[in-house]
C-alpha cells in the first residue's frame, strides 16, 4: 500500500484517490464530531476516543510500519501540542453551544486559514474560480450558523462564547491540517505517519479525562463510555488519515475545503440523532455548501 501510495502522488490518479479520501473523511468527521457532543460530557468522550486510537494504533508504530526517521520526532512534538490546543478549543465550544451552531463556525474558519498556510508553505496557489468556490462554501457554512443561532433554544447565555471557541477551533483547524500535511510529507512512508500520529495524539486526553472522571459527584456508567470510545477509535483513523493522505497526493488546500461538506453530513446526524430540526433553508444553505466545494474542485 505505501508503495502505490508514493507512486500515484503528483498523478491524476493520486488527485481522484485524494478527492475520494477526502469526501470520505467529511463524511467520518461528521461523525466524528457527533460522537463528542453527545450526551456525555466531551472531555470523557473526548478521553475514551483517545485511549481506543492509541491502543489501536501501537502494535502498528511498534511492530508494522517502518521506525520513523529521527527528524520525524520534532514534527510529533508539534503535532502533540498542535492537537492538544485544538482538541481543548472543541471541548469548550461543544460545552458551551450546539453543535449544529458550533460546528459550521469550527470548519468553515479552517479552509481559509488552511488555503493561506498552504500557499506560504508549500506553494500551491488557487485559479479564480477556486476562490470563488471558497467563498461561495464560507458563505453556506457561515449561514448555516447563523441561520442555526437564530433559532437555537439551548444555552443561548453560553452561545457568544462558544461562538469564540469555535472561531479558535477553526484557527487551530488550519495550523493542524498544514502542519499535518508537512509532517506526512516529510517521510518516506506516509504510514509511519499515521501510526505514531495516532499513538502520540491519544496519549494526554485520556489523562485529563481520567482526573475529571474520578472528581466526578455522579459519575456515568463506563460501558457506554467504552462503546463510544471504540466507535471513535475506529473512525478517527479513517477521518482524520484520510485527509492527511489526501493532502500528500494532491493540494492541501483543495483536501481541507472538502473535507468542510462534512458540516452537510453533520446537520444530516443532527436530523437523525440529535432531534435537531432541518427545513427548505437549512437544505439551500447546505446545498451551497456543496456547490463550493464542486467550484473548486472543478476549477483546478
Request: include cysteine; aromatic fraction near 14%; proline fraction near 5%.
Amino acid at each position: 500500500m505505501s508503495a502505490w501510495i508514493q507512486s500515484i502522488e503528483g498523478t491524476p490518479t493520486g488527485a481522484t484517490v485524494a478527492l475520494i479520501l477526502a469526501l470520505m473523511a467529511a463524511v467520518l468527521h461528521a461523525a466524528f464530531g457527533a460522537l463528542q457532543k453527545g450526551r456525555h460530557d466531551p472531555l470523557l468522550a473526548r478521553g475514551v476516543i483517545d485511549i481506543s486510537y492509541a491502543l489501536m494504533a501501537a502494535p502498528f508504530a511498534f511492530f508494522v510500519v517502518p521506525w520513523p526517521e529521527p527528524h520525524m520526532w520534532l514534527i510529533f512534538i508539534g503535532v502533540f501540542f498542535i492537537h492538544a490546543g485544538y482538541k481543548w478549543a472543541v471541548l469548550l465550544s461543544f460545552r458551551r453551544g450546539a453543535f449544529t451552531v458550533v460546528y459550521p463556525v469550527m470548519r468553515g474558519t479552517g479552509p481559509l486559514f488552511t488555503v493561506i498556510g498552504a500557499w506560504l508553505i508549500f506553494d500551491e496557489t488557487f485559479t479564480g474560480v477556486q476562490w470563488l468556490g471558497v467563498l461561495v462554501l464560507l458563505a453556506g457554512l457561515y449561514g448555516l450558523a447563523a441561520y442555526n443561532m437564530a433559532r437555537v433554544t439551548v444555552a443561548r447565555d453560553t452561545l457568544v462564547a462558544a461562538l469564540g471557541f469555535a472561531m479558535l477551533t477553526g484557527l487551530f483547524v488550519a495550523v493542524y491540517t498544514t502542519f499535518d500535511a508537512y509532517g506526512i510529507r516529510a517521510t518516506a512512508d506516509p504510514f509511519t505517519f499515521l501510526a505514531w500520529f495516532f499513538f502520540i495524539d491519544g496519549l494526554l486526553f485520556p489523562c485529563l479525562a481520567l482526573r475529571f472522571y474520578l472528581r466526578m459527584e455522579e459519575r456515568p456508567p463506563l460501558a457506554p463510555l467504552a462503546l463510544r470510545g471504540v466507535a471513535g477509535g475506529l473512525i478517527a483513523p479513517f477521518s482524520f488519515g484520510a485527509v492527511m493522505l489526501a493532502t500528500r497526493l494532491d493540494q492541501v488546500g483543495e483536501a481541507a475545503v472538502l473535507r468542510e461538506t462534512s458540516t452537510i453530513f453533520a446537520a444530516l446526524i443532527g436530523w437523525l440523532f440529535l432531534r435537531e430540526t432541518v427545513g427548505p433553508a437549512r437544505v439551500a444553505l447546505m446545498a451551497l455548501i456543496a456547490a463550493g466545494a464542486v467550484i473548486v474542485e472543478v476549477g483546478g
